[in-house]
Structure formats: structure tokens, C-alpha cells
């Protein structure tokens, strides 16, 4: 099986990491807030505190991981689905990530063009869609 890191393991973050991990993934999940590493991990995930702001923050969270989860599709934050989102992208370049389900927001645009540039498989799903999308990229479905 493959391990998938959630950014940010919030609500919908931790419903996907108790799938994936009945399933038999590996599962990272991320939060600014230490205090939620006991949330996090009581969802089958290891837990990683580190800030989506600050993407240098998440790159230790990236060893190991095939697929990325990037999870912001009910945040409206233009950083996150713009700049940050297409510096994840230029750092995943050098991980061991072969795919990346990212819930639409606004850097579509981004995504599709991180895809055809460096051959990263990409998702785009509406928000609570990650799931499918993760055994799609996969191979499982």
C-alpha cells in the first residue's frame, strides 16, 4: 500500500485518513496545532505539525509519501490555492511524490500546468471527493 499525507488534516482531512488507513494506507496528516496531533492520530494518522503558509515547513512530512492530499477546497485563501500551491509544486519536483489529489479552489490552472511540466498525475475534485481520486491515482479503481 502507499502512504498519503493530508494537508491539513482538519475534518474532511481526518474522514479520508480513517479510509485510508482501513484500507491499509499509511497515512500523514498535517495541522499548524500541536494540540490536534491526538485528533489526528486517533484517525489512524501520523500526525505532522507544519504550516501550509510556509510550505519549507511541510517538506520532511513529504518522505516516503506517493500521494499528497492538498486539501483546501473550502478555504478562499488566495495564497494557498496560488503561490503556495505553485511552490508545492516546484519542491515536489525533487520528493518521492507521484501524485496529488488537490480540491478545487482557484489553482486549477496551477495544478494542470505542475502536471504537464513535471509529469506529476494530478486530481482536481470538488471538496470530499479525495477519496476516489487517491485509489485513481493509484491504479485501485
Not at 482538519?10 to 485518513?17: M, S, T, V
Not at 492520530?41 to 504550516?51: Q, R, S
Not at 513529504?62 to 488566495?78: A, K
Request: net charge neutral; aromatic share 4%; with cysteine.
Amino acid at each position: 500500500m502507499a502512504r498519503v499525507l493530508i494537508v491539513p488534516c482538519g475534518c474532511r482531512g481526518r474522514a479520508l485518513a480513517v479510509e485510508l488507513a482501513a484500507a491499509g494506507h499509511a497515512v500523514r496528516g498535517t495541522t499548524r496545532d500541536p494540540g490536534n496531533a491526538g485528533t489526528i492520530a486517533a484517525a489512524g494518522a501520523e500526525p505532522y505539525v507544519g504550516d501550509p503558509d510556509r510550505i519549507g515547513t511541510l517538506m520532511d512530512a513529504l518522505r516516503g509519501v506517493t500521494i499528497l492530499c492538498w486539501l483546501f477546497g473550502g478555504v478562499p485563501d488566495r495564497d494557498l490555492h496560488g503561490p503556495r500551491l505553485r511552490m508545492l509544486f516546484e519542491k515536489l519536483v525533487e520528493t518521492p511524490v507521484r501524485g496529488v489529489v488537490y480540491e478545487a479552489a482557484g489553482g486549477e490552472a496551477i495544478a494542470r500546468d505542475a502536471a504537464q511540466r513535471w509529469q506529476i498525475p494530478v486530481e482536481i475534485v470538488p471538496a470530499g471527493d479525495a477519496r476516489a481520486a487517491v485509489n485513481r491515482l493509484l491504479g485501485l479503481s
